[in-house]
């Protein structure tokens, strides 16, 4: 098994399916489902192999579905395996850049550099038990082990205790629409009598410190808000306040939330623009347990930091305001708005600006002033939870093979509450208050149109979902790297063995 | 008194991308830009002239995606009575000084996320490198000429430069048809 994920990994990488790239993911949704057509069981099975495609979505990308019918599964359960299918781009590579894709030609110009390369690259470089190209740690490897895995189960499908449930997604890089469609397909499917027990993701998983070796589970996944900043000024103070504001909040760890020893990491900025009278500024800002209200507090303060000068306003502020000069008319303006940006594909944070211009316009508000606002995308924060017997279970079942892996291979594991990137799991089960959600809805500019998460959905399907991860370093740098004797060798036999163990029915569900 | 001459001088800010879940492990573009924006701006550069004016600070990124920019510049209306090449010394000790507040400030919310998570604090090293458009084009005369952004961003990855960067230049700016710095 090992060889073939490596070989499978290796061609996975080899087809490029860089995120929003023209045909890129679109072109890796075929080669998967090539991939388990030449299946003897989806031969026999062919309506088990299906893909989806993603409303509205102008690069025609799609989802891929193969499901497999345990012969001996009781009462429809069923575990889903998913992984995503795209990745960031390549510019980082440089001069690598034609390299990017093809792990083995990679190695050979890396091996010509080593020199230039740092102490830990080219440790890792010469060991030969690190594989190299975009997508090899996040995450082709882990969609290989998938891919495989179900490959092999489904060879005795006859015999399965379980039905199993492969998916693979497109757009996880930024907007996670790929696993947002998945969930009406996996409605549908329980409508039809499947029990989803649980969910398995391998997204990419690293060291937490130089040096680190620990193998973490995850059992559930961290949560992330856009909060954006619209700012006025007069001459240049919208652009230095955009510079303060990016200083005060970018990796600084007064903003970190937490949940017991687990922190996430600070916000990062992703968005600085600054021409003429206007500045627009986003944060990737990660929560675990922090409201959205206390995000929004949080920010509005940070502005009034980097523009002392200013009036700080949030969204829905501006929209009172706007509603009290113009009425109710404003709202159906903007929902107009809205939908137009949601039909001609407008980038989603660029939406959102746009209908906070026209309220800020419409409320009269005058520089400086700085609007403080949400857009897309909105990742939930989910964890199993210790009071639920079916999550309780499921940890325990964890717990109980990483010991029998510990033990086997020498490996040490280390179980964590939130996987600390952001990840497709999110979509999957919702720990949001209904009042959170509201502070969202109410400063998220034209969500409702723009960026409709499911949120009712994924309460109503609330299926765990846990993350056994490829051991990597550097996602999304052009030093990414997979470990491979974990990823190919490890790795696999813990899902299969976590499988199992729902099979023989050892843990309540 | 001196003839003062409007200078518009640029920074383009090349840094390591970083995923946000492991934002230590890159070197952001936008933090550095964001510190020399300020570093230029809001105080004159000399006696008599008007304090530097901020006319751009951009992010160079294509699309949203969760990676941290690679890549940034900024742009800004500069009034001094000294010639282009003294200014543009001056830029470039500007951007000197920011090069080491971004290594100190890197560190120091470094050493206190790994004090939050309870992991041990080694230091981030940096090694950026400071470059005008001079040395980016083999010419040594950076300051005779100005560039566009994208001139100057396809000089650098010609260069085969991966370390971060700092490369000053003129910003090739027409007012009326001519050029502005002429």
New interface residues.
């Given amino acids: 098994m090992t060889e073939n994920i490596a070989a499978l990994t290796r061609s996975l990488v080899a087809v490029n399916s860089v995120n929003g790239s023209d045909g890129g993911e679109r072109g890796i949704s075929f080669f998967i489902e090539e991939y388990f057509k030449s299946l003897p069981y989806f031969k026999a099975h062919p309506g088990h192999l299906f893909a989806q495609d993603l409303p509205n979505d102008s690069l025609g990308r799609r989802n891929v579905f193969a499901l497999v019918n345990g012969g001996n599964a009781a009462d429809g359960r069923t575990v889903i395996l998913h992984a995503h299918m795209d990745t960031v781009d390549v510019e980082d590579y440089g001069p690598l850049k034609p390299c990017a894709f093809s792990c083995d030609a990679l190695r050979e110009k890396l091996l010509g550099m080593k020199d230039a390369l740092n102490d830990d690259m080219r440790k890792d470089l010469e060991s030969g038990e690190w594989m190299f190209g975009r997508g090899s740690g996040d995450m082709k490897s882990g969609l290989a082990a998938f891919m495989t895995i179900t490959a092999e189960l489904s060879e005795k499908a006859d015999s399965l205790g379980v039905n199993l449930l492969f998916m693979s997604n497109p757009v996880e890089e930024n907007l996670h629409t790929g696993v947002m469609a998945s969930l009406s397909v996996i409605r549908e499917l329980k409508e039809k009598g499947y029990q989803f027990l649980f969910a398995v993701n391998s997204d990419c998983v690293t060291p937490l410190y130089p040096g680190d070796t620990t193998r973490y589970m995850y059992l559930g996944s961290i949560g992330k808000l856009l909060p954006c900043f619209y700012l006025l000024g007069e001459g240049d103070g919208a652009g230095r306040g955009a510079a303060r504001l990016v200083k005060e909040v970018s990796l600084n760890p007064k903003y970190c939330d937490g949940d017991g020893s687990e922190k996430t990491m600070p916000p990062s900025v992703l968005k600085l623009r600054y021409e003429g009278s206007g500045a627009f500024v986003y944060f990737n800002y990660m929560v675990m347990q922090k409201n959205t209200d206390e995000v929004l507090t949080q920010m509005k303060e940070a502005a009034a930091i980097a523009m002392p000068e200013a009036c700080v306003y949030e969204f829905g502020e501006v929209m009172a305001l706007a509603k009290e000069k113009l009425g109710e008319q404003i709202e159906s303006d903007l929902f107009r708005e809205a939908s137009a940006h949601a039909l001609s594909g407008t980038d989603k944070r660029e939406a959102g600006l746009s209908l906070v211009k026209r309220a800020v316009e419409a409320a009269g508000i005058a520089p400086p002033a700085a609007v403080a606002f949400f857009a897309a995308p909105y990742c939930p924060h989910n964890t199993l939870d210790p009071e639920a017997e079916n999550e309780a279970g499921l940890k325990a079942a964890l717990e109980g093979v990483l010991k029998e892996t510990e033990a086997k291979t020498g490996e040490h594991f280390r179980i964590l509450k939130y996987f600390a990137c952001l990840t497709d799991s999110s979509y999957l089960k919702l720990d949001d208050s209904e009042k959170a959600v509201t502070a969202l809805k109410n400063n998220f500019p034209g969500m409702a149109q723009i960026y409709n998460v499911p949120l009712d959905t994924i309460r109503a399907l609330n299926i765990p979902a846990i993350n056994i991860g490829v051991f990597m370093k550097e996602p999304h740098q052009w030093t990414e790297r997979v470990y491979t004797p974990f990823s190919f060798g490890v790795l696999p036999e813990i899902v299969k063995k976590l499988i199992e163990a729902y099979e023989e029915k050892r843990v309540n569900a | 008194m001196s003839e003062r001459h409007v200078y518009y001088p640029a920074y383009y800010v090349k840094g ?11 070197y ?1 573009a ?2 550095l ?3 020399l ?2 570093a230029v ?2 105080k004159a550069p000399e006696p008599g002239c008007t304090p530097a ?7 160079l ?1 294509p ?8 890549d ?1 510049y900024a742009l800004f209306e500069y009034e001094s009575t000294e010639g282009p090449e003294r200014v543009l010394g001056a830029i470039k000790e500007i951007a000197n000084g920011c090069r080491a507040e971004m290594d100190a ?2 560190n120091e ?2 050493r ?3 004090a ?5 604090y ?1 230091p981030i090293k940096t090694n950026t490198a400071l470059l005008d458009a001079g040395v980016l084009e083999g010419s040594e005369d950076g300051a005779g000429k100005s560039f566009s952004m994208e001139e100057i961003r396809a000089l650098f ?1 010609k260069s ?1 430069i ?1 370390m971060p960067a700092v490369v000053s230049y003129y910003e090739l700016r027409k007012k009326g048809g001519e050029d502005a710095d002429d």
């Fill in positions: 390591t991308a970083a995923h946000v879940g492991q934002c230590f492990e890159g952001d936008s933090l830009a964001s510190m924006a300020l701006t809001g004016k901020l006319l751009k600070l951009c992010d990124k699309f949203y995606n969760v990676q941290t920019a690679i940034a400030c890197l919310r470094y206190e996320f790994c939050l998570t309870d992991v041990d080694m990855e085969g991966l």
